[in-house]
C-alpha cells in the first residue's frame, strides 16, 4: 500500500477495510490490561444460545450480557484522531476497545424498541392524534442512543441482520448494501399488516477538535396501512463531546420535520443543542401543523426522558408566565400514567424527570427504565441486551450473513477481547481482498435484498425492499465472515 493510500485510510472513517498496522497494536494491548472471565457472566436465565419459554409461550429474552464491560479509561481516542480535525471519518480504525459489541445494523433495530407507538397510531382514528403518535416514534428512536458512547461495528458488505418479534408483532430486516460511502438499508413490517416501516441511513461523520459530529443523511419512511397514510423525516445531528479529555456525553441537535403526505399535515421537531451552560440540554420543542399551516398542537420535553403535548394557546400563555418569573411546575411520574401509556413498563420502576410539566399536557411517551446492570453493559437497553442473542437452533435458519454470526463481535460479547480484536482484523482484510478480486475481474458488486430506487413520497434516491427474504432461500448469500 502506498503513502497516499495510507493516509487517504487513516483519516476518512472508522472500521476500515484498509487499516494499517498501526492500531493494530493498540487492539492487542486490550486484551492485556484486561482481567475478564467470560466464564463469570452476570447473565441469567439459559446459556449457550438456550432460550427460556415462560408459561405463556412467549420466549424470555436475556437480561444481560455474557461478559461485563471493560474499562475504556487506559485509552486515548485523542491519540488517533488528533491528526483528523476537520476531516470526514468514513475509513479511520478504531481500536475494538472503543467498541460495543453490536453491528450498526442491530443499531438501527433499536428504532423498534418503542413499537407500541406506531401501534397507537394504527389505532386512532384522528389524523392528528396519529401524527403525535408518529411524532414520538421519531423522538424515541434516538433515545437508546443516551449515555451509548461506544461505537458499533460497521457492517461488513454484505452484511444482514433480522429479527423478528412476535411478542411485539413485528420483523425486521436490514442490509448493508455500500461500503464507500457506508449505507445500511432497513425494512420492517408489522406482522398484522398493519404499517411498513423502511429507510437507508448513511451518517457523514465529522472531527472537530473536542467532538465527534453525526450527520444523518437518508430517508425513513413509515406506511400506516389501514390508514393509507405515508410519513416520512431524517433523523438530528449527533454528536460526541470529550474525545480528548474528560467523560464522553451525547447530544442530538437539529430540526427534524415529520411529513404526512396524505393529509399535509407536518410536525416540525426542533432538538436544541445545549448551549453554554446546558439549559437547553436534550430538550426537544415544536408543533404539529395543518396543510394550511394552523399549529394544531405543541410537542415538548426530552429526547433522554418523555414528550408532551399540549394546545398552543396554553403553552404560549404558559411561557409568557414563565418569563414573568411565575411558578414553575416539576413533573411528578405517575405510576398509573406510565402503564397506561406503556406496558412495558409495568415491571419497571418510575422514571424521575426533569421536565417542566404544563397543566393539562397529554402524555406522548416517556423512555423505558434501563436494566439495573445497563452500566456494565455499555449502556444498553433491555432491547438492545437481546439483539445479538444466538439461540438454539438459530444457527440453521439464519443467513450465513446475519450480525450474529460474525466472529469478532461474538468474542467480543464473551469478553475475548484478543479474539476479538484478531477477527476484526481478518474479516477487513478478507473484505478488502474480495474488492481487489472484483475491481480485477471488473464485477460490480450486487446487493442481494434492497435495490438503489426512488423514494415514492420525497421523489429522492432512496433503497427499497426487493423483498423475498423470509422465504429463506440463502444459497447465493456472499461469505463474508
Known sequence: MNSEEEFYDAVTGFDSDNSSGEFSEANHKVAEMLDLDPHQSSRTGKHNGETEIQENGIKRHRTSLPAPMFSRSDFS???ILKKCIGLELSKITMPIVFNEPLSFLQRITEYMEHIYLINKACSHADPLERMQAVAAFAVSAVASQWERTGKPFNPLLGETYELTREDLGFRFI???VSHHP????FYSEGLNKDFIFHGSIYPKLKFWGKSIEAEPRGTITLELLKHNEAYTWTN??????????????????GTVEIVNHSTGDKCVLNFKPCGLFGKELHRVE???????RKKLCVIYGKWTECLWCTDPTTYETYKKNEKRGGEQKKLKPSEDVIKSENDEADDMPEVQDTVQFIPGSKLLWRINCRPPNSSQMYNFTSFAVSLNELEKGMEAILAPTDCRLRPDIRNMENGNMDVASKEKERLEEKQRAARKERAK??????TRWF???TNPYTGTSDWLYSGGYFDRNFSDCPDIY
Do not use: F, M, R
Request: aromatic residues 12%.
Open 286 to 292: 415544536g408543533y404539529i401543523q395543518d396543510k394550511n
Open 236 to 253: 438530528p445531528t449527533c454528536c460526541v463531546h470529550n474525545v480528548i479529555i474528560g467523560k464522553l456525553w451525547l447530544e442530538q441537535y
Open 451 to 453: 435495490h438503489q430506487g
Open 182 to 185: 457506508p449505507i445500511s438499508a
Open 174 to 176: 436490514s442490509e448493508q
Open 441 to 446: 475481474d471488473e464485477v460490480e458488486w450486487q
Open 77 to 79: 481516542v485523542w491519540s
